[in-house]
């Protein structure tokens, strides 16, 4: 039974592909060709993810090969995290060996993963996407990349042990949990520009970069819990880090987790805001096209039957299914202190 969804604040505006259902059709074609699923059942739920559509709302304006090719990407790694998640798998040593092979197959031109649905999957995109790439911007593709893996290697880990970690350590991670290295990525793959290092990596993009994660982390928490579709067995989320660290109710860590993603939010609007004024044409469209992922990846898990329809529910994906994600304009509250935790606390002293 799907509890109660909160509003989402969320003031930037919505935007999706105007080819997306093309390219959705591309994306699940290649899926199909690649063997990405074992049978119909795997299948459904990785149609059922609705990839290429998040590709779209992040990347509404790019050229469709790029489009389709990221779609292809979150498939794969939908894909590849659903068999991490697997409980038949040896957690802990089978991400790690998954990830020697996902980032060898990223930094060695010519080397070939493992015969296996997600390793020939890999390969083939990795030489699609090295094809339409320059050197810089697959290079920043394969950091994103690590960055993730090492994000759901130590999520894993956690979850082995069954530990919960302290909740700085987490509140760090979060942007990397959300993939935001990886999908920041894509936006310059998208627009073919590269922002130069000296602007890409100062301390205020950075920290624009993970604060847009930390907001997606907390709203993929929020709907997955009161969803039914997150697992304690899969690893911690902001949720349960909250209700172990400040021993309170689930109710308390919602309301908690809602009013840390609200007060970063309110500060990654108008520090972005700031930013922009004197930015070159390039970053002021990568400063745009974070806001492309804060809000395309709400919109997009509102109708993703992974989302809507979760599996410890459904034998099989309900098609048109909704969650009917109430977005405002306005966040909860009217503070903007930030939210005690010190990794994202710093975002405040820029």
Not at 235 to 252: E, F, K, N, Y
Request: aromatic content about 8%; hydrophobic content about 45%; some cysteine.
């Amino acid at each position: 039974m799907i509890a109660p969804l909160p509003r989402f604040y969320c003031p930037i505006e919505p935007a999706v592909h105007p080819r997306a259902a093309a390219i959705e059709r591309r994306a699940i074609d290649w899926m199909d060709q690649t063997g990405l699923y074992r049978d119909a059942r795997e299948r459904a739920w990785g149609v059922a993810t609705r990839s290429a559509e998040l590709a779209c709302r992040v990347l509404p304006t790019c050229p469709e090969d790029k489009a389709w090719l990221f779609g292809a990407w979150n498939y794969w790694s939908f894909a590849l995290t659903d068999r991490i998640e697997d409980e038949r798998e040896p957690s802990a040593r089978g991400i790690a060996d998954l990830t020697v092979h996902v980032l060898r197959a990223l930094e060695e031109p010519g080397y070939r993963p493992p015969r296996n649905r997600c390793g020939e999957a890999l390969a083939d995109l990795v030489d699609r996407t090295r094809g339409c790439t320059t050197t810089v911007q697959f290079r920043r593709l394969a950091d994103g990349v690590r960055d993730w893996l090492l994000a759901a290697s130590w999520r894993v880990a956690n979850a082995a042990r069954h530990t919960v970690p302290p909740l700085d350590d987490f509140a760090a991670m979060l942007p990397s949990l959300a993939a935001a290295r990886l999908f920041a990525a894509w936006l310059e793959i998208a627009e073919g520009t590269e922002v130069p290092a000296k602007s890409r990596w100062s301390n205020a993009v950075q920290a624009l970069t993970s604060a847009a994660g930390f907001v997606v982390g907390c709203d993929n928490a929020l709907v997955g819990h009161l969803t039914g579709h997150a697992g304690t067995d899969h690893g911690p989320d902001m949720i349960t880090v909250l209700m172990t660290h400040r021993q309170c109710s689930a109710a308390a860590a919602v309301a908690g987790t809602i009013s840390a993603r609200d007060r970063v939010l309110t500060r990654f609007l108008g520090l972005r805001n700031r930013l922009a004024k004197g930015a070159t044409p390039g970053l002021r469209r990568y400063l745009k096209g974070l806001g492309h992922y804060v809000r395309g990846c709400l919109d997009w898990m509102n109708t993703a039957p992974r989302y809507a329809t979760p599996s410890r529910h459904h034998v099989l994906p309900v098609t048109g299914a909704s969650l009917n994600l109430v977005i405002s304009r306005f966040p909860g509250e009217l503070a903007i202190e930030p939210p005690g935790m010190a990794p994202v606390d710093q975002w405040w002293r820029l």
